[in-house]
């Protein structure tokens, strides 16, 4: 068990136990054991970003419960996506970017040298901004990662194909031209299929940046949809800079603040979006939401 | 006394004077880009025409598929296929050298090597393509000449394989800069995508960029395979310059280059000789130019593939 509750060095939070919204167990068919519907959890202590020596982010500290939605906002520059790359350690990609704190997937560290980040990516997929699939069949960009994980036979990977490519609501639209090559596909479906190749490693959590910025109005609502439907079987954690989204979509809602360039961002605060929406803690959180800035 | 011009007049008359410069410096502009297609078609022009008499006397089908080449005997027999022959064994083995060099330093300076290793090997590279052919040569006569005799256990080591040798190494740096140009302009993107989905940087690079710049690494070796076939010095120092048809490329070979450099000066202006040297001229130019079109047409590809 992952406690809910997180006793840090200089991090406070102020959080009850309510706000961690875990799913309702008969919300899922064939509930699975208490233990496994903790998977794809985060704990975050103290954890601080720098660039450098430009510290962008310092002493954030949450939880990240499992098989939820959990968005992060703020204005833009306050290390909302900084925070996220944290998750599958892709800032490691960077280069010159140090962490510092803790940070644990399911009780792990995942930032200690026994944590493979490879290994890490497959438990914790990610979605970009601009949708990027890969310059090949639709077939080929979902077996992708399950190729990388070694999964060989064709049949095995036709069935993941398929599960994955519905779970992200894009079977019907392709189901008779899985060899169409993905370019050919509209930016909201190439999100989608991105999405479906993320899914095709069987991640614990799905990291989103952004997911429907580049996107249509209608794209942005089959995008959501498809994360309200994705959210009982993964964890998902999305940046956004649209609000109505985060309010829409996400059972938890964290607010990040940059108050200034000469000092690092942190967490304002984090609860339960029904709440954050309706009547923050903070005054800051409140002017942000009724776009008094940001 | 005269008045002064009126505002609106002042700004009429420079505008005319500016319309006139515009359209002069337009139409110098114009010309200079259109020199570049003209020369070019003068070249054909000029090639076609100097080889007109070789092909009336010897006839195009004979000297293609002729395998004696005795110019000075008389009548003189102009069989050029040793001499493509030659060309082809020569840049194959260029190819097998450059290609596998060249894509693998592309892929090193591009996706592993941090960014004061890059900017340093980039511009030695551009300095190795700076080396003059003639210096080449020489090393190779010094060097390789006396190892591929030994190595191989040949009469000599002037050979397809000497002169392949080099020019594969003196086609590296074309090879290295367009893959590498090929490799830069696939999208991070796609890099972070392969990334996050738990491959390695390996991976990743076998796995999806390496593919995605395949096209523009193909124009590469293609452009590669162009400069390795018109060189002509190195391989005039390296490789015998028998003009028979060699039976494998550790015999020596004369090619078309070659031959142009080593004969044009003997010839008599005009005569049938000299002609059917402009002749082979020809059939360079369209192999050169044959090459280059293709390697042009899939970098246009690659550029529209990416223009989303």
Known sequence: ?294 | MTTPPTHSGRRLGRTTTRRAAEAVVRAIIYLCGWMAIIILAAIAVFLMWNSFRAVNEAGLFTMLSGTAWYPTSSPGKFGMLPLIVGSLYVTGVALVVCVPVGVAAAVFISEFSGRLVKEVMKSIIEFMAAVPSVVYGLIGVAVLIPFVKDAFSLMSGMTAVTGGIVLGIMSIPTVISISEDALHAVPEELRQGSAALGNTRWQTTFKVTLPAASSGIFAAVMLGLGRAIGETMAVLMLTGNAAVMPASVFESVRTMTGTIAAEMGEVVQGGLHYSVLFAVGLVLFTITFGINLVADLVLERQRKRWRR
């Not at chain 1, 194909?161 to 930016?187: P, T």
């Not at chain 1, 829409?248 to 809602?253: G, L, N």
């Open chain 1, 1 to 294: 068990m992952v406690s809910p509750l997180l006793v840090t060095g200089d991090g406070t939070l102020s959080y009850g136990a309510g706000s961690v919204t875990l799913p309702r167990a008969d919300a899922r068919e064939g509930a699975a054991s208490k233990a496994a519907d903790l998977q794809g959890s985060f704990s975050l202590a103290d954890v601080s970003v720098a660039y450098g020596r430009d510290r962008v982010i310092e002493g954030v500290s949450m939880y990240i419960p499992p098989r939820a939605v959990t968005a992060l906002i703020g204005p833009s520059g306050c290390g909302k996506s900084t925070l996220l790359r944290c998750l599958n350690r892709m800032n490691d990609e960077l280069g010159n970017v140090h962490v510092g704190g803790t940070i644990t997937l399911d009780g792990a560290d995942i930032m200690g040298r026994a944590m493979d980040p490879v290994e890490l990516r497959m438990r914790v997929g990610q979605v970009f901004q601009r949708p990027n699939p890969f310059p090949m069949t639709i077939w080929d960009n979902v077996a992708y990662g399950p190729r990388t994980q070694g999964i060989r036979k064709r049949s095995e990977l036709d069935e993941l194909v398929e599960e994955s490519l519905k779970g992200a609501a894009l079977w019907a639209e392709v189901k008779n031209n899985l060899k169409k090559h993905a370019f050919e596909l509209s930016g909201g479906q190439q999100q989608r299929l991105c999405i479906a190749r993320a899914l095709a490693t069987k991640p614990e959590v799905i990291l989103m940046d952004e997911p429907a910025s580049a996107l249509d109005p209608i794209s942005t609502q089959q995008i959501e949809d498809t994360i309200a439907q994705l959210k009982d079987s993964v964890t998902i954690v999305i940046v956004t800079h649209n609000m109505q989204q985060a309010a829409r979509i996400s059972d938890q809602t964290a607010f990040m603040l940059r108050e200034s360039l000469d000092e690092p961002a942190h967490l304002v605060e984090m609860d339960e979006t029904r709440k954050m929406f309706t009547n923050p803690d903070d005054a800051r959180t409140e002017s942000y939401i009724t776009g008094r800035f940001g």
